[in-house]
């Protein structure tokens, strides 16, 4: 599964309509350009494949009164609002994707109302759990990675990360629990995106052809 999917139709979602660039620029105020797959030409292609399979509606939109071609503004479809929360669901339960992936869903986590975030992230917890029981009918932790070569140094390796990640998860359980954040149906939601003409400190600045579009 690609984290760039998921982001895009997020910040589509997020604007209510926006233009590729729009997106772009959220994705990099987010500093998702340096940990996922989301650089300029992956946002202009995922726009336009997934305006074909319905995910997103392209309204192409009148140039400039100084000239310039015609701008294509996308609209998240019933469509792509269910594929964005079936995404959403699948990466913050699923504990074996890449971190892209993970760090992606927990960007949007507060679309979901707070009972059902927890709700997600308590199965998360659930599987690594499950994972951890198996590997570890073969591999003993306590014993060092040695018992096995250096090929230990990988079970490891996965051993930590998933203890690690389920120390983080059982964090994060603890302060949605707590009353942090505002999720959906609970108020005014954090705003993660740029509003029009605001300047992106984060901004890569490299020039693409799909920003005129």
Do not use: C
């Not at 939601?189 to 920003?211: I, K, M, R, S």
């Amino acid at each position: 599964m690609s984290a760039i999917r998921l982001l895009v139709l997020g910040a589509v979602r997020q604007h209510g309509r926006a233009h590729g660039y729009q997106v772009r620029n959220d994705l990099e105020y987010w500093g998702a350009h340096e940990w996922s797959n989301a650089k300029p030409g992956s946002i202009y292609h995922a726009l336009k494949q997934m305006a074909k399979q319905g995910l997103l509606h392209a309204h192409e939109i009148a140039p400039s009164t100084a000239g310039g071609p015609p701008r294509t503004e996308y609209e998240i479809t019933d469509k792509g609002t269910e594929e964005f929360l079936r995404l959403l669901h699948e990466s913050l339960v699923a504990y074996d994707q890449k971190m892209d992936l993970q760090s992606a869903a927990i960007g949007f986590i507060v679309d979901l109302r707070r009972d059902e975030a927890l709700d997600l992230l308590r199965k998360r917890i659930r599987g690594i759990e499950e994972w951890r029981a198996a590997v570890t009918e073969h591999y003993i932790p306590e014993d060092g990675p040695g018992q096995l070569g250096h090929i230990g140094e990988i079970m490891n390796l996965w051993v930590h990360t998933a203890d690690s990640d389920a120390a983080w998860t059982r964090g994060l359980i603890e302060r949605i629990e707590g009353g942090a954040y505002t999720f959906a149906g609970e108020g005014e939601p954090f705003v993660g995106v740029l509003a029009q003409g605001e300047e992106n400190p984060y901004a890569t600045g490299e020039p693409h052809p799909g920003d005129e579009h």
